[in-house]
């Protein structure tokens, strides 16, 4: 490690497998998991440094503040009368709710996130959530970003019984609208990600956190090292 900065105190020990990666001319980003410093959901990503003659010289990576980022982007999701959206990551636990206390929620005992993590398909159950009140769940498997082992996410909706009387066709229309604009929107952050760190790369612009914070206050990286 050459140089490192972290808006925390602390700071997260550097992957081996994201450096191991970026060593060898390829971009990693881990799943997602509970940053232990920074106590969010955020994603590790590692990008090679290049030279003129496009030798790796190094590496580059960063804790990209993946919780902020799914909460905007569903925050104003709705389904129906009563359905929000709620991504689920591959261990189960909530990445992304509309209420932050749910974050990091253990829902692997939901049938709905079961089916959508283990067939990587969609479909609705009726089932009974932590509240124990009994839903109509719709759910979709969601591509992990991770380069090793991915495995998929979960976009979830819970639906009032009482509702699960309009047709269910059109439930899930609408469920499938609503996931057309969230998969365009992940796209989007996805790109502005790897625009984020590939355009400094590129330019050669290796330079202190608090300067990228100066000159990007909206990029949500939580740290960086080279």
Do not use: C
């Not at 700071?11 to 081996?16: I, M």
């Amino acid at each position: 490690l050459v140089a490192g900065t972290s808006v925390a105190e602390s700071s997260e020990p550097a992957n081996r497998i994201g450096a191991a990666f970026a060593l060898e001319g390829k971009t990693y980003i881990s799943d997602a998991y509970e940053s232990p410093v920074f106590k969010r959901q955020v994603l590790y990503v590692s990008v090679p440094v290049k030279d003129e003659d496009e030798a790796v010289v190094g590496t580059l990576s960063t804790r990209f503040d993946l919780q902020s980022d799914l909460a905007d982007l569903i925050g104003a999701a709705q389904f129906n009368v009563s359905g929000y959206a709620v991504i689920v990551g591959s261990d189960g636990r909530i990445l992304a709710h509309r209420d932050p206390k749910r974050t990091g929620d253990d829902v692997s005992s939901y049938v709905a996130v079961q089916r959508a993590l283990r067939t990587g398909g969609s479909g609705s159950v009726v089932g009974v959530n932590k509240a124990g009140q009994e839903k109509l769940m719709i759910y979709r498997a969601m591509k992990s970003p991770a380069t090793v082992d991915a495995k998929p996410w979960a976009l979830l909706t819970e639906i009032d019984q009482s509702e699960a009387l309009a047709p269910l066709r059109r439930l899930r229309d609408e469920f499938a609208e609503g996931v057309a604009v969230l998969i365009l929107a992940s796209l989007l952050i996805a790109w502005r990600l790897s625009n984020s760190i590939r355009r400094p790369v590129q330019a050669k612009l290796i330079m202190d956190a608090s300067m990228m914070t100066t000159r990007h206050p909206h990029r949500r990286f939580l740290s960086s090292s080279r």
